[in-house]
């Protein structure tokens, strides 16, 4: 009842303020509207008052006293109209350029989506990785896997079993591989991004024409076409950053509506949507630092707002805090959490893992130790693995260190010990400790604890690890390590190593099987095994050099026994038979927590990196991307020159560069002439020129400059992510462009000449869009001319292997 009574007085306020606009404070009113005629030009009369027409002050002050027949009607006629009013009532906004850019955006991504009917570039890998989790079989990938779970679930709904197996570039998909269904995942989301460019650059104050402007350039673009039509891994990226961006912008104008639902909904969403980009790709950090950034800005104003209380302000920085903290956390967490709970099965890439990791995969390392002892003894044989970074095992050969390496620097003619990164017999160790001469376990047992003096005897050679003061053959200003042989000469034996346990609380102090990390302390020079990441020369068979280093505390010096067993006999002969056919039975696999899988997982992800390949032919430099020089082959078919080749549209491509040229020196010309007090432009248009720096100018510069501190291979798809934020600024540019010729010179004929060539440069960009759609799309074989005339640039690698 008291919602009825408020809504009708506020209806009748509404009616007496539309139907009286002249009436000032409302208790004058006539009771006859004034006729539509020409206003009386006779003067005013002096207006007169008496006490007879204010008899009683209430009754002044009554609206009551003053209601007018017309008010009293449409006062009734609301009421009425209020009564039949739904509780509840629903408004549905379209916004139909959003659509269109939608639908013209989908149309050209799904056309002939499952042509070419073979494996395309990165489909080799994220293909392979979509068949990996059908079948529940663990493999490693350096980067997050929600954009692979989200192609994993469509190739799930679509009836794929995972049964095909991605081994080249080129092979032909069989019947049973969903296509088009993995592919649609990618172009669904990288169609969305047009409406989402459209709102984003009408967010940052420029006009709907540019907004749909920056979106055409994107949709006609050939690079971003690729990326989003086929399984890869960019479409998904770019419209969870953009699209977190906008969120974080809308949020901006709930300024004045703190805590209500439309500011809270954009800031969850862009949280939600910023975390989802980095867990496509880790790169996508750089888009969650640009909203973070935009957020704080938006923070540091409200701070020199004086109407808001430091009370108030408290909570504004908390609820931001809170909301970006846990909402990542929840949906990082939760995406490896699918990730781990669906990947239990032994898979491809185990041996990166730890043995502990391994062993709690169903038919992984647990097949080889799930029987074995835990506790190492004394008597103990084990194979030693490195347990972070490179996958390899301590190992030792026949062969010994040169007398002299190539730099001249004598060694000490030792045994070999390395790193090698495959399972080999010459892996096996014999645990002994130093007062004890035969090498079996004996009746009671001696464990080995924290803190325990051992040697280590290489199980074939009976050769004792030995470390001595004599250079490393790649690392000089580490120590030489080797299996001991007695030259007779004077350098005695130091044999003498004691094990640090990393863990020993969660093993009362024992030293256990797989589950224990340790260090190994030389005792003589009171430094650590350590696997140095150098690669030893021919002499060395290529395998991995080992040392030991003066700085005890780092990933390299920690180690864990993967394979264990009981030495039976103390025969060398006997002990090398054993050796030779060690094998053990599978029964089942460990446990491991979640978090702890996540721990490993997180560090290998890391510190290692698959996606690298050295020497590519298709390569190229973060320089080489501003004009296009290079394009990336994807795909070629055997029968004819049909291809898909890497290729952006060369038009927006030069045009982008030369438009982020224009900003640059613009800006800098308006900012010295601001500083002589010149001001070219009103406030309102250089605030929007500078939003538009801050935010598709910065973010421009954190999606590309990155790249010029990377140590590996690069190529054109990584431009993808900073080149929309260049698109973004073309057109914002170009409608600066007409700005200053209508408004700064008053040039309307040259305006009109400024969007005449605007629409005639749009058409070029169709234009080529169309001219290189068969090397886009894959779908038409090509003559050798045809493929020639394609290759605009001479540095552009288009193939022809049929004439």
């Avoid at 049964?163 to 995942?185: L, S």
């Avoid at 002499?539 to 394979?563: C, L, M, P, S, Y």
Wanted: aromatic share 14%; with cysteine; charged share 20%.
């Amino acid at each position: 009842m008291y919602v009825k009574r408020l809504l009708a007085a506020f209806i009748d306020f509404s009616c007496s303020y539309i139907l009286c606009p002249f009436q000032g404070d409302g208790e004058s009113a006539p009771d006859t509207p004034p006729p539509e005629t020409a206003p009386d030009s006779s003067p005013p009369s002096t207006p007169t008052t008496s006490p007879d027409d204010f008899p009683d002050k209430k009754l002044q002050s009554s609206p009551k006293a003053t209601k007018s027949p017309q008010q009293k009607r449409a006062r009734n006629s609301a009421k009425a109209s209020q009564d039949k009013q739904p509780p509840l009532k629903l408004s549905l906004h379209v916004d139909g350029m959003s659509v269109t850019l939608f639908m013209v955006s989908f149309f050209t991504r799904i056309w002939r989506l499952d042509s070419p009917r073979g494996i395309v570039f990165d489909e080799l890998h994220y293909g392979k990785y979509a068949g990996l989790y059908m079948q529940n079989t663990f493999f490693f990938d350096s980067q997050p896997p929600l954009g692979k779970q989200l192609i994993a679930f469509a190739a799930y709904l679509a009836g794929f079993d995972g049964g095909f197996k991605f081994e080249r570039i080129g092979t032909p998909y069989d019947a049973m591989v969903p296509v088009a269904a993995m592919r649609m995942v990618p172009a669904f989301f990288g169609s969305l991004m047009m409406p989402t460019v459209y709102n984003l650059m009408v967010e940052l104050g420029l006009s709907h024409y540019t907004g749909a402007l920056a979106a055409f350039l994107m949709i006609f673009d050939n690079a971003l076409l690729a990326q989003s039509r086929y399984i890869l891994m960019e479409g998904i990226l770019l419209f969870f950053g953009l699209f977190g961006l906008l969120c974080i912008l809308k949020f901006r104008r709930f300024y004045s509506q703190p805590y209500s639902l439309p500011w809270f909904g954009c800031l969850i969403l862009g949280a939600a949507s910023l975390t989802a980009c980095v867990c496509v790709r880790y790169f996508g950090i750089f888009t969650m630092l640009l909203g973070i950034g935009i957020l704080v800005r938006d923070f540091w104003e409200m701070v020199g707002d004086r109407l808001l209380s430091e009370r108030q302000l408290l909570g504004h920085l908390v609820t931001r805090c809170v909301i970006f903290t846990t909402i990542p956390l929840a949906l990082y967490l939760s995406c490896f959490y699918v990730h781990l709970t669906l990947l239990y099965k032994a898979g491809p890439n185990d041996n990166i893992m730890t043995s502990a990791f391994q062993a709690s995969l169903e038919g992984g390392l647990a097949s080889i130790i799930s029987n074995q002892p835990v506790k190492v003894l004394h008597g103990s044989q084990i194979t030693l693995r490195h347990t972070h970074g490179r996958t390899c095992w301590l190992h030792s050969h026949d062969a010994v260190y040169p007398v002299k390496y190539a730099d001249n620097r004598g060694s000490s003619h030792q045994q070999q010990v390395t790193c090698y990164s495959y399972k080999d017999v010459n892996n096996w160790w014999i645990v002994k400790k130093p007062e004890k001469e035969e090498m079996v376990v004996t009746e009671p047992h001696e464990p080995i604890r924290h803190g325990d003096v051992i040697q280590l005897v290489h199980g074939l050679s009976s050769r004792a690890l030995n470390a001595h003061d004599v250079a490393a053959p790649m690392s000089p200003h580490n120590q030489e390590v080797a299996a001991y042989i007695d030259y007779n000469v004077s350098m005695p034996a130091q044999t003498f190593w004691r094990v640090d346990l990393l863990n020993a609380d969660t093993t009362d102090g024992n030293w256990h099987a797989v589950e224990s990390q340790i260090r190994l302390i030389h005792v003589n020079s009171s430094q650590a095994l350590k696997f140095s990441g150098r690669q030893l020369p021919d002499w060395g068979f290529r395998q991995h050099e080992i040392v030991t280093d003066k700085i005890i505390d780092q990933e390299d010096t920690i180690w864990n026994v993967e394979e264990h067993r009981y030495s039976k006999s103390d025969d060398k002969k006997e002990r090398e038979k054993d050796l030779m056919r060690s094998e053990m039975i599978p029964l089942e696999r460990r446990n491991l927590t979640y978090w702890s899988k996540l721990y490993e997982l997180q560090y290998k992800m890391l510190f290692n990196n698959q996606e690298n390949v050295a020497g590519h032919m298709y390569a190229s430099e973060p320089l080489d991307w501003l004009l296009l020089k290079r394009g990336v082959a994807y795909w070629i078919s055997a029968n004819s020159n049909a291809q898909v080749h890497f290729l952006g549209n060369i038009v927006v491509w030069v045009s982008g560069t030369v438009a982020l040229l224009g900003y640059v020196g613009l800006f800098v010309i308006y900012l010295l002439r601001r500083q002589r007090s010149c001001y070219d432009l009103p406030d309102s248009a250089w605030n929007k020129f500078c939003t538009v720096g801050e935010i598709l100018g910065i973010g421009y510069a954190v999606h590309y400059f990155p790249y010029f501190l990377v140590d590996r291979t690069l190529f054109l798809h990584h431009y993808m992510p900073a080149y929309v934020f260049k698109i973004c600024l073309l057109a914002a540019m170009v409608e600066h462009g007409h700005y200053l010729l209508s408004e700064y010179l008053r040039a309307p004929r040259l305006a009109r000449a400024y969007l005449a060539a605007v629409g005639v440069w749009a058409a070029t960009v169709l234009y080529v869009f169309w001219y290189f759609s068969p090397i886009t799309y894959g779908t038409r074989d090509l003559t050798a001319n045809e493929v020639m005339s394609l290759a605009w640039r001479d540095t552009w690698d288009l193939i022809i292997h049929k004439q």
